[in-house]
């Protein structure tokens, strides 16, 4: 795969306060920093902007070739089960050369919750 082929999508759920997203724009830095092959991008599901369906289209625009679709929720719930499948059909369908991955969500990841479990121990530490 040649240089910003591969695009990362963090995908939440937004909110009505646009601080809400301050750690998922960190996360998206974090990401981005240690990705060299591609766009790392935020989209949300709703309530916030971009949407996924904007953030695929601009990628398929862009020529990315694979998207690695991470979740960023706790646990699966309707907008997993439903939502997202019916998105990423719907983008898969526009956008045919797009090859999308869809992860996870990492609240489910025994790795996202052991580090969940650390911060929690050093925020009791620090009391």
Known sequence: MTANTHGIVLFAHGARAASW??????????????????????????????????????????????????????????????DLPALVTDA???????????HPALGESEAMLRVIAVGVAQSLASD
């Open 21 to 82: 997203a301050a750690p998922f724009e960190r996360l998206r830095e974090l990401v981005a920093a240690t990705h060299a092959g591609g766009p790392v991008r935020l989209a949300y599901l709703e309530l916030m902007t971009p949407d996924l369906p904007t953030v695929l289209a601009e990628m398929a625009a862009a020529q990315v070739v694979r998207v690695d679709l991470f979740p960023i929720f706790l646990s699966v719930g309707s907008h997993l089960r439903e």
């Open 92 to 102: 898969r369908a526009r956008h045919p050369a797009l090859q999308i991955r869809v």
